[in-house]
């Protein structure tokens, strides 16, 4: 009965050290998971640092290179009788601008000179535009451009464009 015990008794103390050794391995394993964790969470995090910090970069760069026709700001109307065109053209003379006017076509081309020469400077926000523009408008009907008037005052231009009336052949039936 002693042995029996004896063996009751090793088998109970195996049991238990089995027990101690899966919670000790369960404890180390959520220490391992926890760190992993926070290992994966600050990876992450300095993933989506790099990446918040290239697109600001990139956002700079891409205000130091804005396409001007964002910026230009053009109404186009139509009347009864012909197109006309209101277009702000800040910061330039009217020797700047070349128009260029079709049956069904419009374009405005001018150069916006940089204002900056020195290039060691450090733009906190740079939201006027440089560079050449070279605007296409598509108009809605034949225009006859030998007619057309321009003004430029106060850095706006203004385009009135006369529509082509449309010559109707009348038809005699017998």
Same mark, same amino acid.
């Given at each position: ?16 050290? @089995? ?11 959520? @220490? ?143």
């Amino acid at each position: 009965m002693v042995e029996k015990d004896n063996v009751k008794l090793k088998s109970s103390k195996m049991n238990t050290e @089995k027990i101690e050794n899966k919670n000790i391995s369960m404890d180390l394993r959520k @220490k391992a998971d926890s760190k992993e964790y926070e290992t994966s969470d600050s990876s992450l995090n300095d993933i989506i640092t790099y990446i918040k910090d290239k697109q600001e970069e990139f956002n700079r760069v891409l205000s130091d290179y804005t396409i001007f026709n964002n910026k230009t700001m053009v109404d186009i109307i139509e009347t009864n009788d012909s197109i006309i065109f209101i277009a702000d053209l800040p910061r330039l003379k009217k020797e700047d601008v070349e128009i260029a006017i079709g049956e069904d076509v419009v374009d405005i081309c001018a150069e916006f000179e940089d204002d900056v020469t020195n290039k060691d400077v450090n733009y906190i926000q740079r939201e006027r535009s440089y560079g050449k523009i070279d605007r296409s408008f598509t108009l809605p009907t034949k225009v006859d451009f030998e007619k057309a008037e321009g003004t430029f005052k106060d850095s706006v231009l203004t385009l009135k464009i006369p529509k082509l009336e449309k010559k109707r052949l009348k038809l005699k039936i017998d």
